[in-house]
């Protein structure tokens, strides 16, 4: 697997910036915990390695994220993109979802 230059020391820096938990929720396992770009990484070389646009989320979180199922304001509330039918996802993407803000570097 190929990695990015830096995309060690960046996800070391974004765990540590949410204290190691996903922003949106009570997930801790490190093996599951992903420093998520806000805008992406081909998309924006000048915010490349700033903290300001790395969420610290878990896998299921981050996915979700992707695929645009969920994002977050200007005053970094989230915005779940629509109600699904699947009990899996409105347990992950309740309609009251809260963003833990991280130590420094806000988005």
């Given at each position: 697997r190929r990695s990015r230059r830096g995309q060690d020391a960046l996800r070391r820096l974004a765990m540590r910036n949410y204290r190691n938990c996903c922003a949106l929720c009570d997930v801790t396992d490190e093996r599951l915990l992903r420093a998520s770009h806000i805008v992406?990484?081909?998309?924006?070389?000048?915010?490349?390695?700033?903290?300001?646009?790395v969420i610290c989320l878990c896998a299921f979180h981050d996915v979700l994220f992707e695929l645009g199922r969920?994002?977050?304001?200007?005053?970094?509330?989230?915005?779940?993109?629509?109600?699904?039918?699947?009990?899996?996802?409105?347990?992950?993407l309740p309609s009251v979802l809260k963003f833990r803000a991280p130590l420094a570097h806000p988005p």
């Open positions: 992406p990484w081909a998309l924006a070389k000048e915010s490349r390695g700033m903290l300001s646009n969920w994002s977050l304001d200007d005053s970094l509330e989230p915005l779940v993109a629509q109600e699904s039918a699947s009990s899996i996802l409105r347990t992950l």
